[in-house]
């Protein structure tokens, strides 16, 4: 099996030999660590911005919240209510990615509004692309907006929030014909209708509740916005965004498997001391730590994210916590070191195998370190993935059955 696991790994890294190669031409390990340790901290410090815009009562500022772990009530989170509470634009950064900048700008709803003068007052520069909310019909504003922003050459993507609204108010009205996908589908031409009326082509739509943002589209839109922006920031924004669909877990599982062997090569090569009791391995342990609790919060699997998931669904915490396979504490030194003894029990099977590829070869020079580095970062990431996919499955069935047990009352 550890072979079998070995073989997956090295054919994984040779898919990259073409950066690989290009890397390891700088020289030793020493010199290749401190050159992949700024795209290390090119990828991790990279600074996004998103600005939400949208009608008074549109769920603008619900949806800063949302995208940011956060709910309404939260100390950190944006303020909500009927009337604008947003008279400049407002930066709100992720509670965990501080890097990542979501900004409630003010209501455009208003009798005089112009585009060109509103993305003057809010610094359409800024922002690396838009969200653009409404609770119902699109308006000439909207897409006035849009146009504007299109001249900009910033990216944007409609909203249409309250469809849970729409639709427990079609259930009400017509209980023994309700079709949810029929609605849906009604409202989604609708939109589509009056924004290529105004002269947009093939406009980007996306159907919310964000109250229940675990349905409908926002899964898509997800997808849509790491699809969208600039390729040096996806793995930024991928990595931020809240674990609602098995989608965007599987991207962010890939996007971090990418990063293995850099994360792994800095640590070796870089502030590397050698580990108590695990021989024949160096490396910076701290580096390591900074690696797992990146995982971790990515995939909700810290404390603070499984403490919300409880609130969220009504469960103990102690009945997530049983659930998860993988570590149940903060990640420490001792528990690293703990990691890296198992891992290294067949590593040196693995730097065999880096021995045979001639790209990846520069590898082996730093013995068994890199070897169990790699497995262990790559075994933890496996195990918080299988995590994340049971919490994401435990909070759909729970959420499914309370909406059903309301669509029957």
Avoid at 241 to 264: F, G, T
């Amino acid at each position: 099996m550890a072979n079998q696991i070995f073989q997956f790994n090295i054919s994984e890294l040779s898919k990259d030999t073409g950066a690989l190669k290009e890397t390891f031409e700088a020289g030793n390990l020493p010199a290749v660590a401190a050159k992949l340790q700024a795209t290390l901290h090119s990828l991790e410090d990279v600074r996004l911005d998103i600005g939400v815009t949208g009608a008074i009562g549109s769920g603008k500022s619900t949806f800063v919240n949302a995208i940011r772990g956060l709910g309404d009530e939260d100390p950190k989170s944006a303020g909500t209510g009927v009337v604008e509470m947003t008279v400049e634009p407002t930066p709100y950064p992720h509670p965990k990615y501080f890097n990542i900048i979501i900004w409630d700008l003010p209501g455009i709803d208003t009798p005089t509004f112009q585009a060109d003068e509103y993305l003057q007052r809010v610094v359409v520069d800024r922002y690396d692309f838009f969200i653009i909310i409404t609770p119902d019909s699109f308006t000439a504003r909207h897409t006035q907006l849009a146009r504007g922003l299109l001249q900009q050459g910033k990216g944007f993507y409609f909203v249409r929030s309250k469809v849970d609204v729409d639709l427990a108010a079609s259930r009400s009205r017509r209980p023994s014909t309700f079709s949810e996908q029929r609605v849906l589908r009604q409202i989604r031409e609708d939109c589509w209708q009056r924004l290529e009326a105004e002269g947009l082509q093939d406009p980007k739509v996306f159907l919310l509740s964000m109250f229940e943002l675990g349905k409908y589209d926002f899964g898509l839109l997800e997808e849509s916005m790491v699809t969208g922006v600039e390729s040096h920031k996806q793995h930024t924004l991928l990595v931020a965004l809240p674990n609602l669909s098995e989608a965007i877990l599987e991207k962010k599982a890939s996007s971090l498997r990418q990063h293995i062997w850099l994360v792994a090569t800095v640590a070796c090569g870089i502030n590397s001391s050698p580990v108590p009791g695990v021989e024949d391995v160096a490396c910076d342990l701290y580096r390591l730590i900074h690696a797992l609790e990146g995982y971790y919060h990515s995939f909700g699997l810290d404390e603070d994210s499984l403490v919300k998931l409880a609130a969220q669904t009504g469960q103990p915490l102690h009945r997530l916590l049983e659930a998860i396979q993988g570590p149940k504490t903060p990640v420490t030194k001792e528990l690293v070191v703990d990691m890296l003894g198992q891992a290294s029990r067949d590593a040196s099977a693995f730097t065999q195998e880096l021995l045979n590829v001639p790209v990846l070869g520069a590898l082996a020079t730093c013995g068994i370190s890199f070897a169990t580095v790699y497995q262990m970062l790559r075994l933890s990431l496996d195990v918080a993935v299988e995590d994340a996919h049971m919490l994401i499955q435990t909070f759909l069935h729970i959420t499914e059955n309370r909406l059903s047990e309301n669509s029957n009352q």
